[in-house]
């Protein structure tokens, strides 16, 4: 041996959603899938999975001792938080998800932590900093093509191209700009926050991902990477990238 101490691996926490067991007696539980977890561990950080229901002290104490964070996918947002007019496209909110998250996005972002947001994350990125949703993209947005998969293929189905600029942090970790990606989302970003950019676009013009200048890594996308490690291995870079920023590398 050589007497140097193992590196430690940075640890990355992970929102989580609720959910019901299906069971004579149904239980509560809090939830997570595994693609997230998995790709955490093959990028080389350690996950922690955050519970709902902490007040802002907890949250904040939490944050305090993770290197990363991943806001997860899910259903959707309130719209009293960004000043929704289409309540009626709205379904499956869980407000106390949507105070967690929103919370743990500001902080992440004014303190610098790194973070990486996955779809209904994307979104609460760009809420939390004061952007705005289509509340259903096929049927508010202009000229808007299908990106609601959800159910009717497999999380891995490649179901249009994204367009990346060139120069931004998201180019450099995926190593190209052009990719193909999955789609299981009905809503997405209308106003972008005033601290966020947009990096990627849909062939309609949809944001498909966002940065925030000046973090260590701060990025949010539309899609699923974590179903796509191993279909389209760039898609790793993405965690990785989150991890290496949490080692401060």
Same mark, same amino acid.
């Given at each position: 041996?050589?007497g ?6 940075p640890? &990355?926490?992970?929102?989580?959603y ?8 149904p ?5 997570? +899938? ?6 955490v ?7 922690? +999975? &955050?519970?709902?229901? %902490?007040?802002?002290?907890g ?5 305090a001792r993770?290197?990363?964070?991943l806001?997860?996918?899910g259903?959707? &947002? ?5 000043g ?6 709205i379904?499956d909110v ?8 929103l ?5 992440a ?8 947001a ?8 760009? /809420?939390?900093?004061g952007?705005?949703?289509y509340?259903d993209? %096929?049927?508010?947005?202009p ?10 293929y497999p999380r ?22 052009? /990719? ?5 989302h ?7 926050a005033?601290? %966020?950019?947009a990096?990627?676009h849909?062939?309609?013009?949809l944001?498909?991902a ?11 996308v539309?899609?699923?990477p ?8 760039? +898609? ?14």
């Open positions: 041996m050589n140097k101490q193992p590196r430690s691996r640890l &990355i926490g992970l929102t989580t609720r959910k019901t067991a299906a069971q004579t007696n239980v509560a539980l809090y939830a997570l +899938m595994p693609s997230y977890v998995e790709a561990i093959a990028a080389g950080g350690v996950p922690v +999975m &955050i519970p709902l229901g %902490l007040d802002e002290i949250l904040r104490t939490l944050l993770l290197d990363g964070l806001l997860t996918g259903g959707d &947002i309130a719209g009293e938080h960004y929704s007019t289409n309540p009626g496209f379904f869980d407000a106390d998800r949507d105070r967690v998250e919370f743990l996005a500001r902080e972002v004014a303190g610098d932590k790194p973070l990486l996955i779809c209904r994350g994307h979104q609460i990125l760009n /809420v939390a900093l952007g705005s949703l509340e993209v %096929l049927r508010l947005m000229s808007a093509i299908k990106h609601d998969y959800w159910g009717e891995t189905f490649l179901s249009h191209d994204v367009v990346v600029n060139e120069g931004t942090t998201l180019a450099r970790c995926l190593g190209q700009t052009d /990719v193909r990606v999955n789609s299981l009905h809503q997405g970003l209308r106003d972008l005033p601290d %966020l950019v990096v990627a849909a062939p309609d013009g944001v498909e966002v940065e925030a200048p000046g973090r260590r890594y701060a990025i949010g539309q899609w699923h974590e179903n796509l490690i191993h279909v389209a291995p760039p +898609m790793l870079s993405l965690f990785q990238g989150l991890v290496e920023a949490a080692a401060g590398e």
